[in-house]
């Protein structure tokens, strides 16, 4: 039975005393900001480590399984059997990793703490993130600007961002054309002096077009707010905050070995800005031609190629009229939802029903199944359990 969900006592003492310590993690951007929090409290303290992120509640089961005794295994996100980990339902996992550092003796970075919680759907300096953000602006780390939420500071990298949807999103010339109508210059796109003035007017036209797309939806308007007026990270890896997170949620899942170098600290920006670039437009191209359906509080989205739990959380925040999204691919599915509510439970119970591995995050959900099943099984069988 999976251990989601269940409190547990953090491992300090484990982890501690061990000569090595193996980390396997859930692949999304809270999970991943987690595994850099703990490897770099590990790292701090010299106890040798290995990262590695399983995107489902069985391959991670099978790698903790694999490790010997002599190596204590720390499972982010949930797992069957006996481990420990670090799996709250009730908060963002990366939450739980500050006080495990801090337990082991470090303070963790505030930013990557900031971008894990944002991946989480927690605003920096909100509930336990306020020491986080006071930190940070203490130590000069932080700045509020007008503008928007992406990881550089090219204006035109808003087409990959899985933050924003508009009618350019996915395609950058048509993002580099729809900006050209604020009236500056094309080289003034790829600029760190963009002013004040200039960031207001991109952040005003972005969320007129979000909020204005035709299939956009009422819960558009609190989403496009997330990525407005972004606190900026003068001295981080990425441009912004939320910037940050979109890269730890793209990476996770496409480029998992890039995204934990990026995580404990390596310098891995370039790589990780490529696979996310590549992410969001794979994502935002899969949503434009997906086929859609509404099935009693379940909005489904088919999709032909695609990152099916990004398409499903894109689709969440920005066109699904009910209160869950269910994105179908081949052999997989991604879930996602605004509610704040454990899926733990209702997916495990799906998993069983249809002899599928699964997994489960803050708002959001993956499942891998046989390729040959129905489409009308899956729609039935998630709608019937969430």
Known sequence: MSTTGRP????????????FVRIVSRADGDALAAVGIVARALAERETPFQAAVRPTVGSRTDRV?????????????????????????????????????RELGVEPD??????????????????????????????????????????????????????????????SEATTESLADLDFDSEDL????????TWRRVGSLVALEAVGDEPATESAAHAIGRVLNPHATPEGPFATVGGYADVLEAT?????????????????????????????????????GASTGRYDGLFVVGVDDGPVETVASVAARYRS????????????????????????????AVSRELEADYDVGRRRGYLQYDPEMDDSTIIATVRDRL
């Not at 505030?110 to 509930?127: N, R, T």
């Open 252 to 288: 996770a899942l496409v480029a998992p070995g890039t995204g934990v170098a990026l995580a404990i600290g390596h310098d891995a920006s370039e790589s990780a800005l490529e696979a996310w670039r590549e992410h969001g437009r794979r994502a935002h191209d899969a949503l434009d």
């Open 65 to 101: 399984a694999a490790a010997d005794d002599t190596t204590e295994t720390l499972a982010i996100g949930a797992i069957d059997g006996d481990a420990h980990r670090l799996a709250p339902s009730d908060r963002p996992t990366t939450l739980a990793a500050c006080d495990l550092s």
């Open 190 to 197: 790829d600029s760190e002096d963009l002013d004040d003035e």
């Open 321 to 348: 009229p009910e209160p869950f999204v269910l994105a179908i691919g081949e052999g997989e599915a991604g879930i996602a939802t605004l509610e704040a509510r454990s899926l733990g439970g209702p997916l495990e």
């Open 8 to 19: 547990a006592a953090l491992p300090t003492a484990a982890l501690e005393s061990a000569g």
């Open 110 to 171: 505030p930013v990557l703490a900031l971008a894990g919680a944002f991946a989480a759907g927690v605003e920096p300096g909100a509930g336990e993130t306020e020491h986080l953000l006071e930190t940070a602006r203490d130590r000069g780390l932080l700045e509020r600007r007008p503008g928007v939420a992406i990881p550089t500071d090219d204006v035109a990298d808003l087409a990959y961002s899985t933050l924003c949807r508009a009618p350019w999103s996915g395609d």
